[in-house]
């Protein structure tokens, strides 16, 4: 039963991925196999735990248990096997009890009969009769509770078969009633992967939305937008070189430096071994019998000169061959070198500050959303601090660092553009992000009609202070004309966008008088 239920919720994976292969072929994603195998544990933990606390047959087991327990270690008596049958019939109304409660009278029948005789008259029954009647009786006695166990046994037993058949046909059901909820789950949360697939492939890069597959919470309307927006960027040439130019923010630049560091080298070298015995070095002094010169020999060969030979040994003046070996020895040593290194600087935050006044609706704010949409996911993928700053009369500030980037910016995609214009608080408050220590280094792109007052003497000083501390400003302009004299732009570098000539120019102080048309 256990077995049959565990392996019904193992099927879960192999089904779920049978019933989604289109998405799966559509998807071809490691992570979303990562995620579903994730999501896949978590259903089987949850519908073991529920099978487990919630099943409606928890009183039947326990009166079975107990039953069975009484079974096992007491007696069994007529009235436990009835009270078995009674309780297996109220579990089982299609029960056929007929059948035990047949074989249980006969057998009570049978041994009442043969009890009635004992005590009768002895007028009737002599005392030879009536012995033979007890001897038969206390010969049948454990026959009798053999029998009777035994009926109780076959009762006990079909009690508990139709307790795990109900149960398991319970637990199959609640597998089957979860498991459409989780493929129902299922199958909107693939269609939810798909269309942010189908974003990437509008955007025509890798977003990295697909890498934290929980994030967002992107309503159909907010996909058809976000895609006319990606769509935006893909067809329309001017727009997509627009793309390209700010791609300098997603850019991490490469610088060179000497780096010191330090590697160890295993040397192999021979040293002598004096305990070694390879090869002849020298003559030496010593009592080394198996090593003595020849002419220390010849001593033996006189009768006289064996006293000679005798005290040189003693006193290890023999002349002896010297004999030593090498053997290998291994030693690491660390060494230093300077070498030269490219390094990829850490990739600075974003600050967008986009006006939202009414004079930027229609193409302004569609472009304006199209290149905050650009901006914010590559940033997203890159782990990037991105920080949004949109103004007209006052200003709204959402923060698009990971995670938070997908619902945070669908709720600037989803504002409209309407009301007046005052740059300068975004401006300043843009300046004084920078203060935080994750805004240090940053890069502002202030994307406006520029249809405002100037800025002031104080924004020149401020932003000015800023550029000390290598932060850079960039203006996107949406009109034929800047609105502001470029020879004495606060920003580092200005493009302008014409709607109507869908063209874009990329211009400076120091460019005023020689403008490049990209288009």
Not at 7 to 26: A, D, G, W
Not at 174 to 187: C, L, S
Not at 377 to 384: G, S, V
Request: hydrophobic content about 35%; charged content about 35%; some cysteine.
């Amino acid at each position: 039963m256990i077995n049959i239920i565990k392996e019904k919720i193992r099927e879960t994976k192999e089904l779920l991925k049978n019933k989604f292969l289109h998405y799966f072929t559509f998807l071809n994603d490691n992570e979303v196999e990562e995620e579903l195998d994730k999501r896949i544990e978590i259903f089987n933990e949850k519908i073991e735990k529920h099978i487990e606390q919630s099943s409606p047959f928890d009183n039947d087991y326990r009166l079975y248990r107990k039953s069975y327990s009484d079974f096992k270690y007491n007696k069994t008596t007529e009235e436990s096997v009835k009270d078995d049958i009674n309780h297996y019939k109220n579990f089982d109304k299609s029960a056929n009890i007929e059948f035990f409660n047949d074989k249980l009278n006969k057998f009570i029948e049978k041994y009442n009969f043969l009890e009635k005789f004992k005590g009768k008259n002895n007028k009737i029954y002599n005392k030879t009769i009536e012995e033979k009647i007890k001897k038969l009786i206390e010969s049948h006695r454990v026959k009798k509770e053999t029998d009777i166990k035994s009926i109780r046994k076959n009762v006990l037993d079909n009690w508990k078969q139709a307790l795990d058949e109900k149960y398991t046909e319970w637990a199959l059901r609640e597998i089957d009633k979860f498991r459409a909820e989780f493929f129902k789950e299922t199958e909107e949360f693939l269609e939810y992967i798909k269309k942010i697939k189908e974003l990437e492939e509008a955007l025509g890069y890798d977003t990295g939305l697909l890498f934290d597959l929980s994030l967002g919470n992107i309503l159909k309307k907010d996909f058809e937008y976000i895609k006319s927006l990606a769509n935006l960027i893909k067809d329309t040439e001017s727009i997509k070189k627009l793309c390209d130019m700010l791609g300098r923010f997603v850019k991490a630049e490469e610088s060179h430096k000497i780096e010191t560091i330090f590697r160890k080298e295993t040397f192999h070298t021979k040293v002598r071994d004096v305990n070694s015995k390879e090869e002849i070095v020298g003559i030496t002094y010593s009592r080394d019998i198996n090593n003595i010169l020849p002419q220390e020999k010849l001593l033996l060969a006189e009768g006289i000169l064996e006293t000679l030979f005798g005290v040189k040994y003693f006193e290890n003046r023999l002349l002896t061959f010297k004999k030593e070996g090498y053997t290998d020895f291994s030693y690491d040593e660390t060494i230093e070198e300077k070498v030269e290194v490219v390094e990829e600087e850490k990739k600075g935050p974003i600050i967008i500050c986009a006006d939202t006044s009414g004079s930027m609706s229609g193409v302004p704010e569609n472009l304006a959303k199209a290149v905050t949409l650009y901006l914010a996911t590559r940033a997203m993928r890159q782990k990037r601090n991105c920080y949004l700053i949109n103004f007209s009369t006052q200003i709204y500030t959402i923060d698009l660092t990971y995670p938070k980037t997908i619902d945070n910016l669908i709720e600037f995609l989803r504002i409209s553009f309407n009301g007046g214009t005052d740059a300068i608080p975004a401006l300043r408050h843009a300046v004084n992000t920078m203060n935080n220590d994750n805004y240090k280094k940053s890069d502002l792109l202030f994307i406006s009609d520029f249809v405002f007052n100037d800025f002031t003497k104080e924004d020149y000083d401020l932003v000015k202070k800023q550029k000390e501390y290598e932060n850079k400003f960039y203006s996107l302009i949406i009109g034929s004309t800047p609105m502001f004299d470029l020879k004495e732009s606060l920003f580092d570098y200005n493009w302008v966008y014409d709607a109507s000539t869908s063209s874009v120019k990329e211009i400076t102080g120091k460019m005023y008088d020689n403008i490049l048309n990209i288009d």
